[in-house]
């Protein structure tokens, strides 16, 4: 995660030193070449993006290492004609001092061509077609700029093929792309044992006998872990050369796989290299890495952390006497164990001791019930309980519905015939009637105690046995420290807080922390913002259903089996609602769109269905429910073998700002299903859709 941070912290530099010359000029200059003045319809020809930098200045390549942003190339283009992935030639590796770690970059001086391969429909009419790119891209020297351009240029579809002048500079430059390398030419393995930190070493060996040397390895941009630039090479045997990256993950998952260059320079000191995607032998996830040593990486329970817990459970007990439920009663125990002491000097003390031991036999009989439903429930840790859906929307329900009773929405009580009997047992003189106080101060604190008591429990049902009582002791000791204390000091009386409306304005204060938790539960509970959207909903009907039991039912005057009856079947029909929105197993699989992604579809045979769509979007969600994300439509994707696409414009994207412009006048929703056949323009359905609309299209573009 240091890594991160540290590339964060780099950004944030640059993008300093970016706002310093926000308004300069771009240094590099760019010009959009193609390798052919004419072309035939069906033909591939090859356009560059040629970047020209000036002496000290550099752009980056696809991954731009520490502290770099690629160039990116955004295409406005005619129907019938489509752009592929960008080919970049091999880059150059900047390795600066920054601290313990070198910052490093890929990067591009004085000149480059980005190569982009153009295809053009078979049944392209004949006549000029223009093609407008437009690149971003990041130059930087002493300081960052982000410069833009748009450039233009235009083709002839003719029957005749005509080279350009530019032709042979392109072919040049297309030499420098690194092809794709055989499968036996590398490979890659961890090194040493499976450990549950975020860094690991990963070996990496070029197996062939004509290997020049040095020899390096440029990872791929991946999301989801970052190879750390500095290579460290190893002694190997006369037939190879062993490399060794470090790799940081920024998740639960180390990757199974890396993909790359291998770079190596010849006697002439030029760059040569292949792409390699290799498959890591003996990957293994955090997660088992944590199995394997008895702990989970989302554990509370590892050293270091237990005095943490509890702590934070004795604190959490004396909080407790603060609440409205406990306070007020706290003076008159004290002043009545003071009375019954008259009698023999240092009584009172006694009396105070014998009550905590009440108050702790009170949370210890808790503790037995939460190691009991741990139990029953079989949750082994926090990692394992904590990664079960089920677990973490019922401590998220959980969590508002304590905030809720903070805020006095309901209330939690006891039966009259429960509290009476502790009463009875409390008004006994002496030790035992002390005891029994303890016992009595706990009952009587059960409705303030519940939101304390729902958290250690939802905690404790993941723990171990030990840690469980350990946990209840620690509050019972809180919360009896205050009555224990004041026994043996009874003067301390004069500075205790008067009860006061300020008891009722700290618990409803109380409530915000819990909230917060239940927003925290509520991301981590949803893997979609379909799921955010759902459960959402069900807390907010059970929220509506809390307020009518509290307002109607218990402290409401009349018609309370009534306000009983709308509250049951509120919480039943939020629970059909959880049941019935809820993510199908069977749900369409959505890849992400691009127009490479309907192109490599279509050549691998398949119908393409894709959804330009957002989540503010209403006649796109209601088209997603009523036509596309339904058992009819699932099995006709199924049966013709179409490949789904979304296209989430929830955000700006300019790519699919162009597609929208091209197709629907720049709206949402649009949905275009696009034929097997790529010489077929795609069919764009109608706005709000009909399952007989979806599903005939797609046997259409199946035919």
Known sequence: MAVFIKRRLWLLVILALVAKSAFAAPRTQVRLLLSADSARAGDTIWAGLEMDMPAGWHTYWRNGGDAGEATRIQWVLPNGVSAGEINWPIPSKLTEPAGDTPLVTYIYTNKVVLLVPITLAKDLAPGPVELEAIARWMECKDICIFSSVTNKVTLAISDAAKPSANAQLLEEWRAKVPPRGDASLARASWEGPGSSTNSRPLLIEWLTNSTPAPADFYPYLDTNIDVAGVTTTLTAGSNSIRLEKVVHTNGNEWPSRVMGILVGKADSDAASGVEVDLPISGSFSTETAAATSGTSPHSPTVPGSLPTMLLLAFVGGLILNFMPCVLPIIALKILGFVKQSTETPGRARTLGIVYGLGVMCSFLVLAGLAIGVQRAGGAANWGDAFRNPHFQVALTVLMTLIALNLFGVFEITLSSRAAGAAVGLASRQGAPGAFFNGILATVLATPCTAPFLGVAL???????????????????????????????????????????????????????????????????????????????????????????????????????????????????????????????????????????????????????????????????????????????????????????????????DPAISVELHKFNGGGIPLVLVYSKDPSKPPEKLPTVLSPSDVQEALTKAAE
Request: hydrophobic share 55%; charged share 15%.
């Open 458 to 652: 939802a905690f404790a049902f993941t723990q171990s046995a030990p840690v469980i009582l350990g946990v209840f002791a620690a509050a019972g000791a809180g919360f009896a420290f205050p009555f224990v204390l004041l026994c043996a000091q009874p003067s301390l009386l004069k500075v205790l807080p008067k009860p006061g409306i300020w008891m009722e304005k700290f618990k409803n204060a109380m409530g915000f922390p819990m909230m917060a938790t239940a927003v925290w539960l509520l991301w981590v509970s949803a893997n979609a913002p379909d799921e955010v959207l759902w459960l959402g909903e069900f807390l907010v009907i059970l929220a509506l259903a809390a307020w009518v039991w509290g307002e109607f039912v218990q402290r409401g005057l009349s018609r309370k089996g009534l306000a009983a009856v709308i509250c049951v079947a509120l919480v039943a029909a939020d629970i059909g609602l959880l049941v019935e929105t809820k993510p199908s197993p069977d749900a369409i699989v959505w890849n992400a769109w691009s127009p490479q992604a309907v192109e490599e579809a279509q050549k691998a045979g398949h119908p393409v269905l894709v959804d330009f769509t957002a989540r503010s979007c209403l006649t796109c969600q209601l088209n997603k429910r009523t036509s596309i994300e339904i058992p009819s439509t699932r099995a006709k994707l199924k049966q013709t073998g179409t490949v789904a696409l979304i296209a989430d414009y929830t955000r700006e």
